[in-house]
Every structure is written in structure tokens, then in C-alpha cells.
């Protein structure tokens, strides 16, 4: 709790800054509260910040249990954090015509943030709720927030009405569900005997997973992604394609552990779910010329390969893949997006087209796009294939002994390997567009120069991804 609380103190110093004209300050000192948060983060999960900062420590039972650190949360808090810290050092030059906002955009990433850490580390409904509120609201401002163009309008419109409607569902399933037991404490309904619960559990249960599977934009529940992913500013979109992304499957996960409603049938659900959303969404970004729509029907494929971890929601190992899974894809989200926007904001378009001849011009940028598509597809050495290569694994091996047979987990990898390889197609039609094709012509010079934010956000972003996929027994080790 105290991590959300000093977060939260961050997001007021950016708005009270602007009021004392420290606009020079703002994004230095977010950056360096967020890494000294995130090394706090690390000592927690070392188990040393009790011996070295005892006075920093709350009391989780005196507030109710409303927010608990667990192994799980603190890992996704440290992604969260990383991906926070490298968006927000994106933001001064992605809004350099608006600078007297910089205070309030980077005071809506914080607080997404801590909407973030709240999905994750919750005990109570209640938390839950408020959390993912916090972070739906944050987006709609960010989706919308070129007032003059219009389809930023239409995506910050269209991201409310079904981010409410959604947010509809799982207001619903939480009263069902407290209706069922008369609690909206996780602990509490987790001693309950579930064969005892009458249906009103069930349907709640299903209601909020309906309502989390628009939020991660699950087959079939996606349909407001690529509109909203293409009108937004490229930066929301890396937003909502990385960090929210992986917040909403990380409460999905937590939310499946602790209700796990037992249902007829949940699992066959879940794996329809996860093979719809690996082939529709690999199958119809093929199609796709618009990067930013491209890359949003590829997040609704990574969606269902996250969902495939939580047919295992009583083994710890599946936790592990699944942060595992969610750290490797937003890494390489944002090395690939900071390149994106790179290129976006030079040409002033987000067609394919736009990165012809950039390997020529910006080889390193382009390398690191390159990697990070590469990762994306599951192509070694990169962490996407580690990831795939352990949460496949884990439901060959694993699976068989649920109740669901040997042949059909089969069948669910199988679905899997193809909708993979239909996503190398489009990754490397953005690769030969920059190493194989020639520059088109533009009436006006365009200037080479990339702000070196863009740059070194790329780099750690890319550097960060290989490091884990090199390394993965060491993220292990503390895991455990």
C-alpha cells in the first residue's frame, strides 16, 4: 500500500508543479520517484525492506486487507513501473506543441498507474473496482485528448461507451457476487465452501470475466480495439497496447484464482476464447496496412495466448509464465512503439508505407524495431519466444491432467504454433518495407533527426527483453 500511496504522491507533485511553474521538473523527478519506487519494489520482493526501511511498512490488516503484497503483485507492480517510467520519458517530446499539458499528461500516466498496482495487489472487490476505474478513466482522457482531430474524438467516444459498458458488467458481477456471500473480501469468500454457493456466485463470476475480457480485448469482445488503437495519439496507444493491456490480464489471472467458480464447462470457455482471439486476431491483421491497427489486432492475438495461463489457476508456475509472458510482450511493445512514433511523428503517417527505406536511415532504430517484432512473433533469441516456448510447454505437459483430455490440449497447441506463424507474415512485411524498400518521395524534406528520448527508450526497452530472455532462471529464482 505504501508503494500506491507514494505513487499516488507523485501524480499531485506534477499537477502542483505546473501551479509553481517547475514545468522543467516535472518528468526528471517523476522519472527518478518511479526508479526509487521500483528499487523499493525489489527490496520488498528480496525480502530486505523490513530489515533496511521498517518505518515504511503499513499495517495491510489494519486497512482491512483491502491491499495485499504478494509475490504476484509486486513482480507486475515492478512492470508496471518500468513501463510507466518509459512512457512518461516519451511524453515531453510526443506533446512538445503542447507544453504548458506536459503536468497533466504525465499526471495521467501516474495515475493509471496506481490503477494499475491496485488490479493487481487487491484483497477486496471493492479495491478491484476502484482500480480499474481509475485506469478506464485515465485512458478515455488520453484517447481523447487531440480535441481538433477527429479521430481522436471518435476513439476517446467510442473507448468510454464500451469501457462502460464493460465496467457495467463488472459492476453487476460484484453485487451477484455479494449478494452469493455477503462479502467483497477475497479471503473471506475464499473459505466459503463453493459447492454450497447458489448460482448468483456463478453469474457474477462469468459477469466480471465478460467484462475483463473487453478490457484485454478478447475474441469475442474486441471489436472497439482497432478503431480505438488507430484514432488514438500514438503514445495512448502504446498505452493501452502495454500497460493496460497487462494489468487487466493480471487481475483477470488473480480474479480467476480467487473466485474460480467451478463452472461447467470453464475451461473448454477459456480455450474457445484464447484460440478465437490467436487466429481472428493474427488472421485479419494480415490485412492491416495501418501500422497502429496492425499492431492492435496483434494484441488481441497476445491476449489469447495470455489466456491460455489461466486454465491453471492453482499453480504457481503458471503465475510465473504468465508475468513471464506479459513482461516479454510489453518490452517489446514499447521498444517497438517508441521507434513507431518516431517514425509517425518524421512522415505524419501510420502507413506501412512510411517505413520504407528507414533501415537505411536509422539502422539502429531499426534494428530495434526489427527485434521487438521478432519478439513479438516468438522468434529466438528474443523473450517472445521464451514465453511461448514455457506457457506452451506448460498446457502440453500440464493440461492433460485437468479435466480436459490429452488430444484436445494438443489441438490447442497446434492452434496456437499456426496463429503463430500467421503473425510472423505481417511483423515482416513492416521489416521489408524497412530494409528492402526504397523511400517514397515526399514534396517536403523530412528531417532524420529522432529525439533522443525515442531513442533510449528504444534501447532499454529492447536491451530489457533480451536480458530476460537470456536470463530467465534469474526472474525465476526470485520468484520463488
Known amino acids: 500500500m505504501e508503494i500506491l500511496i507514494a505513487i499516488a504522491g507523485l501524480g499531485i507533485f506534477c499537477l502542483v508543479a505546473e501551479i ?20 523499493y519494489v525489489a527490496l520488498k520482493i528480496s525480502g530486505q525492506a523490513e530489515t533496511l526501511l521498517p518505518g515504511l511498512q503499513l499495517n495491510e490488516a489494519a486497512l482491512n486487507n483491502m491491499f495485499i503484497s504478494t509475490k504476484y503483485g509486486l513482480f507486475f507492480t515492478g512492470l508496471f513501473i518500468v513501463l510507466a517510467a518509459f512512457l512518461i520519458s516519451l511524453t515531453p517530446n510526443f506533446h512538445s506543441e503542447h507544453k504548458a499539458k506536459i503536468s497533466d499528461f504525465v499526471s495521467i500516466k501516474i495515475f493509471l498507474l496506481t490503477g494499475a498496482i491496485a488490479l493487481v495487489n487487491f484483497n477486496n472487490l471493492s479495491m478491484f473496482f476502484l482500480g480499474i476505474e481509475v485506469l478506464s478513466i485515465a485512458l478515455y482522457v488520453l484517447a481523447a485528448s487531440e480535441p481538433k ?52 456466485f456463478a453469474m457474477g463470476s462469468m459477469m466480471i470475466f465478460i467484462g475483463l475480457m473487453f478490457k484485454v480485448a478478447a475474441v469475442p469482445f474486441h471489436f472497439w ?33 480467487s473466485l474460480n467458480p467451478k463452472l461447467s464447462g470453464y475451461i473448454t470457455t477459456i480455450n474457445i476464447v484464447a484460440v478465437l482471439s490467436m487466429i481472428i486476431g493474427n488472421l485479419i491483421a494480415l490485412k492491416q496496412t495501418n501500422v497502429k491497427r496492425m499492431l ?58 512510411s517505413f520504407n ?53 494438443l489441438i490447442l497447441i497446434i492452434f496456437a504454433v499456426i496463429s503463430s506463424i500467421i503473425s510472423a507474415g505481417y511483423y515482416f512485411k ?23 528520448a525515442y531513442a533510449a527508450v528504444a534501447v532499454l526497452a529492447i536491451a530489457l527483453n533480451l536480458a530476460i530472455a537470456l536470463f530467465p532462471q534469474a526472474l525465476e529464482y526470485y520468484w520463488r
Open 225 to 257: 480495439a482497432p478503431d480505438v488503437y488507430e484514432g488514438s495519439p500514438a503514445l495512448t496507444t502504446a498505452t493501452m497496447s502495454t500497460l493496460a493491456k497487462v494489468a487487466a490480464m493480471g487481475a483477470f489471472f488473480k480474479l480467476v484464482v
Open 357 to 409: 527505406g528507414f533501415g537505411k536511415k536509422q539502422p539502429l532504430l531499426s534494428a530495434i524495431l526489427t527485434g521487438s517484432l521478432l519478439s513479438m512473433a516468438g522468434i529466438p533469441v528474443f523473450a517472445g519466444f521464451m514465453a511461448k516456448m514455457f506457457l506452451f510447454t506448460q498446457v502440453l505437459e500440464k493440461g492433460h491432467f485437468r479435466d480436459i483430455s490429452f488430444m484436445p490440449t
Open 430 to 452: 513492416v521489416i521489408i518495407a524497412m530494409y528492402t524498400k526504397d523511400e517514397e518521395p515526399t514534396t517536403e524534406a523530412v528531417p532524420a533527426k529522432v529525439p533522443f
Open 149 to 200: 482531430n477527429v479521430k481522436s474524438n471518435e476513439a476517446g467516444m467510442k473507448y468510454f461507451l464500451m469501457g462502460s459498458f464493460a465496467s457495467g458488467f463488472i459492476l453487476f458481477g460484484i453485487a451477484l457476487i455479494y449478494g452469493a456471500t455477503g462479502s467483497f473480501d477475497l479471503t473471506y469468500i475464499g473459505t466459503l465452501n463453493r459447492e454450497a454457493l447458489n448460482s448468483w
Open 296 to 353: 492492435a489486432y496483434s494484441g488481441i492475438a497476445h491476449a489469447g495466448y495470455m489466456l491460455l495461463a489461466l486454465q491453471f489457476v492453482s499453480q504457481s508456475e503458471a503465475e510465473f509464465n504468465l508475468f513471464y509472458y506479459a513482461a516479454a510482450y510489453a518490452l517489446a511493445g514499447i521498444a517497438a512503439f517508441a521507434v513507431i512514433i518516431s517514425v509517425v511523428k518524421l512522415k505524419g503517417n501510420e502507413e506501412i508505407t
Open 20 to 39: 509553481f511553474n517547475l514545468r522543467k521538473a516535472i518528468v526528471p523527478v517523476t522519472v527518478i520517484g518511479l526508479l526509487i519506487a521500483l528499487v
